[in-house]
Nanobody, 122 residues
Framework: VQLQASGGGLVQTGDSLRLSCAAG???????MGWFRQAPGKEREFVAS????????YYVDSVKGRFTISRDNAKNTVYLQMNNLKPEDTAVYYC?????????????????WGQGTQVTVSS
């Protein structure tokens, strides 16, 4: 499964961005997730969505601001990011889980996209 993430950019505090992740072939039976990695820090879980889209899971720091969704007909998962903060600055990666249920466990993700840079200025 090839994953192509896009939608990153340079924005100001309080702005919004929508990231997209297109899967090269169907991953509709698998949960999908977004992770991020800031310079000098470990990769961090951000959000996950089950294969049917009925269950989602977020890290506490983005709850109420970020929304993960998916369109299985388009093999695409999205991350709507609102009210962005400087601490959201990172490279964002999408990934396909080995499981159908949403999970924050990085070890459950097998296929990874190349990442898209999100920079939030203060």
């Amino acid at each position: 499964v090839q994953l192509q993430a896009s939608g990153g950019g340079l924005v100001q505090t309080g702005d919004s961005l929508r990231l997209s992740c297109a899967a090269g072939r169907t991953s509709s039976n698998n949960a999908m997730g977004w992770f991020r990695q800031a310079p000098g820090k470990e990769r961090e879980f951000v959000a996950s969505i089950s294969w049917r889209g009925g269950n989602t899971y977020y890290v506490d720091s983005v709850k109420g601001r970020f929304t993960i969704s998916r369109d299985n007909a388009k093999n695409t998962v999205y991350l709507q990011m609102n009210n962005l903060k400087p601490e959201d600055t990172a490279v964002y990666y999408c990934a396909t889980s080995l499981r159908s249920t949403a999970t924050s466990d990085v070890h459950q993700y097998r296929y990874w996209g190349q990442g898209t840079q999100v920079t939030v200025s203060s």
